[in-house]
């Protein structure tokens, strides 16, 4: 199964219905709007005339933000089509971030320099099958005293079928899970249809992984809330902040980590 392909086809398909959507809310973006979150930010801190490198940065707000706030981004995401909007965004905000398009393990091929951050955010990391080697190109492109910041929906969150009436997927990683979406998340009854391929990763996996790579834990975090309103069921329990009607507070939605590299 050559899940790269599938995936790659799967998010050209899904930019398309995303740089239109209310959830990415371009318009306002471009008038001046931060798409990072509090979480992220506070873990992030000041990055003026920092070097970040932005792991699978779709079409590229976040690494935008990050180059509105002074530093100088590099985003990288598979998706050609996420890419290329990324770039003509870049161009008409008269910023200087830089984007590559391929695939993350392959990072190495297409890169040779190190960074003060390398940050990933926000369903990343279900889209890969090895941590180990994802971990490792952290590694690899961080400087040492380099920080690597991650915020990631919960793996809690993701042994729940789409309406959040039972569990079905394994918490722990025990393969790949091929489906088939009708929509995406920024809009349901958007008219397309998409493949993937995913893996569940569990806390210990994350965190063994970046450990065996000598990278030193300085903050962890859940959170009972997530920032986007990208689930079925959601509740506003403040500004952007939505829970699970379901559960309340009684799960974690989110979590974030800081790592630094000795």
């Known amino acids: 199964m050559d899940y790269k392909a599938i995936n790659k086809a799967s998010w050209n398909t899904r930019t398309a219905a995303h740089v239109t959507s209310e959830f990415y809310d ?26 970040i490198l932005h792991l699978q940065c779709h079409f590229g707000q976040d690494s935008l933000s990050l180059a509105r706030m002074g530093a100088k981004v590099t985003g990288v995401d598979l998706s050609d089509a996420a890419i290329d909007k990324a770039r003509e965004l870049n161009s008409s ?13 392959e990072l ?21 099958p090895n941590l180990d080697r994802w971990a490792s190109v952290v590694n690899r492109f961080l400087k040492p005293g380099g920080e690597f910041i991650m915020a990631e929906f919960h793996p809690v969150v993701w042994m729940y079928d ?30 397309f249809e998409a493949d993937y391929v995913t893996w569940n ?11 065996d790579q000598k990278l030193s834990l300085a903050v ?43």
């Open 162 to 191: 789409d309406d959040f009436k039972g569990v079905i997927y394994n918490y722990f990683n025990d393969g790949p899970i091929k489906e088939t979406s009708s929509g995406s998340y920024t809009d349901t009854d958007h008219d």
């Open 108 to 128: 190495p091929e297409h890169l040779n320099k190190q960074y003060d951050i390398v940050f990933t955010s926000y369903g990343t990391i279900g889209w890969l």
């Open 26 to 51: 371009l318009p306002g973006f471009l008038k001046g709007k931060n798409s990072l979150n509090s979480i992220e930010l506070e873990l992030l801190g000041e990055v003026k005339s920092k070097s």
């Open 201 to 211: 990763h569990p806390l210990s996996e994350v965190l063994t992984a970046l450990l």
């Open 220 to 262: 962890f975090q859940e959170f009972d809330y997530s920032p986007y309103d990208c689930f079925a069921h959601t509740v506003e329990v403040a500004p952007e902040k939505f829970q699970l009607k379901p559960f309340d507070n009684k799960i974690p939605l989110v979590y974030a980590l800081k790592c630094t590299k000795q």
């Open 93 to 105: 905000l008269g910023l200087d971030a830089e984007f590559i398009c391929c695939d993350l393990y």
